[in-house]
């Protein structure tokens, strides 16, 4: 679990950059083939649900020990929930992200 959490820090903001690009391309009409915007939203929320399973289950691997312990303001706030939901967005965006990246290779391929 652990390895996987790692990786998708290393994967999320390209997914999410991808996303936002699709999302952008998607509402000014730029885009026109890939998935429709319904069905983007409904794996969002598949993948939102599973992003609420990995947060519950992955907030114990990145829970310093005790030992470190120190709260801030913002640091009261973190806490198993939070986590959740903070993964439950970050996959909702997976949908998106996939479709985003398979428009920017096939707009390289097709201009090449």
């Not at 991808?18 to 409904?42: D, F, N, P, Q």
Request: with cysteine.
């Amino acid at each position: 679990m652990k390895l996987f959490l790692w990786i998708w820090r290393v994967i999320f903001p390209i997914i999410g950059l991808a996303a936002l690009a699709y999302w952008g391309g998607k509402m000014m009409g730029e885009i026109s083939g890939g998935m429709s915007i319904t069905k983007t939203i409904v794996y969002g929320g598949i993948c939102a649900i599973v992003g609420l399973i990995v947060g519950f289950t992955g907030w114990a691997e990145e829970v310093p020990p005790r030992w470190f312990w120190t709260m801030s303001e913002i640091d009261l706030l973190d806490n198993r929930i939070g986590n959740a939901i903070q993964y439950a967005g970050q996959f909702f965006w997976i949908p998106a992200g996939i479709c985003g990246i398979n428009a920017l290779l096939h707009l390289t391929f097709l201009y090449n």
